[in-house]
T-cell receptor, first 112, second 114 residues
């Protein structure tokens, strides 16, 4: 079946450095992608999204890059802070707004 | 206003018992979603309600799982004859429409089946 996966289960970065979290997707029909942040004991929180007609979108300290050729999605966090420590999920949507397919998540650990 | 709330926050039950999990969506949100998150896994879609339309139940893993949404607001997810593999965090989300971006998640209910 279709799936969304992540390359790195755990990423450790030093405070102040930039973080890059990667995600591979397999459904070429997916046209909408979202990054969520999930802190311990909480539900996922929307970070940023991107549509398939774009290859880059920037938010506050975060940038999402989409490479449709290799079906790859990445989340870049600038000047990583301790509060960024969480599990990050990518999710894809294939036109049916009712469903999101989530990857398994990457844990980001920020060291001081 | 308040966000999505879920109750109970934790539920421990014995194998074979039935459980009910509750979700209170954000007021005015027409769409409501249930997901299941197993340890170390991503979120698995279970069921989706949109307004008065028939729910999309395609993600329910077995006929032991059911959900209803009363009055277009509160939703209850029921698991009958629970099994150990049902142990997971059950997350509810709501959105003002059908756009995935608008999905706001609750804190989840952690279900443990002994």
């Amino acid at each position: 079946g279709e799936s969304v996966g992540l390359h790195l289960p755990t990423l450790s970065v030093q405070e102040g450095d930039n973080s890059i979290i990667n995600c591979a997707y397999s459904n070429s029909a997916s046209d909408y992608f979202i990054w969520y942040k999930q802190e311990s004991g909480k539900g996922p929180q929307f970070i940023i999204d991107i549509r398939s007609n774009m290859d880059k979108r920037q938010g506050q300290r975060v940038t999402v890059l989409l490479n449709k050729t290799v079906k790859h999605l990445s989340l870049q966090i600038a000047a990583t802070q301790p509060g960024d420590s969480a599990v990050y999920f990518c999710a894809e949507n294939t036109g049916t707004a009712s469903k999101l397919t989530f990857g398994t998540g990457t844990r980001l650990q920020v060291t001081l | 206003g308040a966000g999505v709330s879920q109750s109970p926050s934790n539920k421990v039950t014995e194998k074979g018992k039935d459980v009910e999990l509750r979700c209170d969506p954000i007021s005015g949100h027409t769409a409501l979603y249930w997901y299941r998150q197993s340890l170390g896994q991503g979120l698995e879609f279970l069921i989706y309600f949109q307004g008065n339309s028939a729910p999309d139940k395609s993600g329910l893993p077995s006929d032991r799982f059911s959900a209803e949404r009363t009055g277009g607001s509160v939703s209850t997810l029921t698991i009958q004859r629970t099994q150990q593999e049902d142990s997971a965090v059950y997350l509810c989300a709501s959105s003002p429409g059908t756009a995935p971006r608008g999905q706001f998640f609750g804190p989840g209910t952690r279900l443990t089946v002994l």
